[in-house]
C-alpha cells in the first residue's frame, strides 16, 4: 500500500497537469488574458545590462510565433529591452518553446511577455522512463498501477474538474467520482472476486454513509 502512494505521489509530480494563470496590475487600464505556448523564430536585438556588482545581464527582443490557441501560426514581438533589470530573466534561442503571457490594454493593444521555457518535454520523457522501469520491475503489478492512475487522472480532469467549474455541488462530484475511480482501481487491481466485491460495496457505503452524516441526515 506504501509502495503505491508514493508511486500515485511521484507520478502526480510529473504529469499533473500545469495551468497557470495571472493578473498584472501595472496600471488601471492593462488586463490578462491568457498563456499559451509559442516558439522563438527569432533573435531580434540584445543588449547587455551592466549591474553595480559587476554581473551582467542579457536582454533580448525576439520574434514568436503561437503554438496553441487563437495564437497559433501569428507572429508577435517580446520586448525584452528596458532600463529595467529583472534578476531571473532567462536568454533564449532560436527553437526554444516559451510560455508567453498576452496582457491587452483597454483600448486593444496587446503586449507579450515570456514567463518561462515550455519544460514539458522533459517531464515526459522522465515520466516515460519511469513508467517503463515500473513495468519492468513490477511486471503486470506495475501495468495495472500505471493504468489505475491514467484512468484516475481522466476522470478527474474530463469529469470532476469540469462538473465543479459549472456549478456542481462539489461535495456530490467528488464523492462520485471518487466511487467510480476507486471501483475501476479495486477490480483493475485485485480482479473480479468475492473480495473485490466486498471491498467496492464497503467504498460504496463507506461514502453514502459519510455523505449522510455530512449533510445532516444521521444524527451523531
Known amino acids: 500500500?506504501?509502495?503505491?502512494?508514493?508511486?500515485?505521489?511521484?507520478?502526480?509530480?510529473?504529469?499533473?497537469?500545469?495551468?497557470?494563470s495571472a493578473q498584472i496590475e501595472s496600471n488601471e487600464d492593462a488586463l490578462v488574458d491568457q498563456v499559451f505556448q509559442a516558439k522563438v523564430?527569432?533573435?531580434?536585438e540584445e543588449k547587455t545590462m551592466e549591474r553595480e556588482d559587476g554581473s551582467s545581464a542579457l536582454?533580448?527582443?525576439?520574434l514568436l510565433r503561437g503554438l496553441e490557441k487563437e495564437w497559433q501560426g501569428k507572429e508577435f514581438e517580446h520586448q525584452g529591452i528596458s532600463e529595467i533589470d529583472v534578476a531571473s530573466a532567462n536568454t533564449y534561442k532560436v527553437g526554444d518553446k516559451v510560455l508567453?503571457?498576452?496582457?491587452?490594454s483597454t483600448n486593444g493593444v496587446a503586449n507579450y511577455y515570456i514567463i518561462d521555457l515550455v519544460r514539458s518535454g522533459y517531464l515526459y520523457w522522465l515520466a516515460f522512463i519511469f513508467c517503463v522501469v515500473i513495468i519492468f520491475i513490477s511486471k503486470g503489478k506495475g501495468?495495472?498501477?500505471l493504468?489505475?492512475?491514467?484512468?484516475?487522472?481522466?476522470?478527474?480532469?474530463?469529469?470532476?474538474?469540469?462538473?465543479?467549474?459549472?456549478?456542481?455541488?462539489p461535495l456530490l462530484v467528488g464523492v462520485f467520482g471518487a466511487l467510480i475511480i476507486l471501483t475501476?482501481?479495486?477490480?483493475?487491481t485485485e480482479g473480479w472476486n468475492r473480495?473485490?466485491?466486498?471491498?467496492?460495496?464497503?467504498?460504496?457505503f463507506f461514502l453514502y454513509w459519510s455523505l449522510l452524516f455530512y449533510r445532516g441526515s444521521l444524527p451523531l
Open 1 to 20: 500500500m506504501f509502495k503505491k502512494i508514493i508511486l500515485l505521489l511521484f507520478i502526480l509530480f510529473l504529469l499533473a497537469p500545469i495551468f497557470v
Open 41 to 44: 523564430i527569432k533573435v531580434l
Open 59 to 62: 536582454q533580448q527582443n525576439i
Open 100 to 104: 508567453v503571457s498576452e496582457i491587452k
Open 143 to 145: 501495468a495495472k498501477s
Open 147 to 169: 493504468i489505475s492512475l491514467a484512468v484516475s487522472f481522466i476522470i478527474i480532469i474530463k469529469f470532476i474538474v469540469p462538473e465543479i467549474v459549472n456549478g456542481a455541488s
Open 184 to 188: 475501476i482501481i479495486i477490480y483493475l
Open 195 to 204: 473480495k473485490s466485491h466486498i471491498s467496492v460495496a464497503s467504498v460504496f
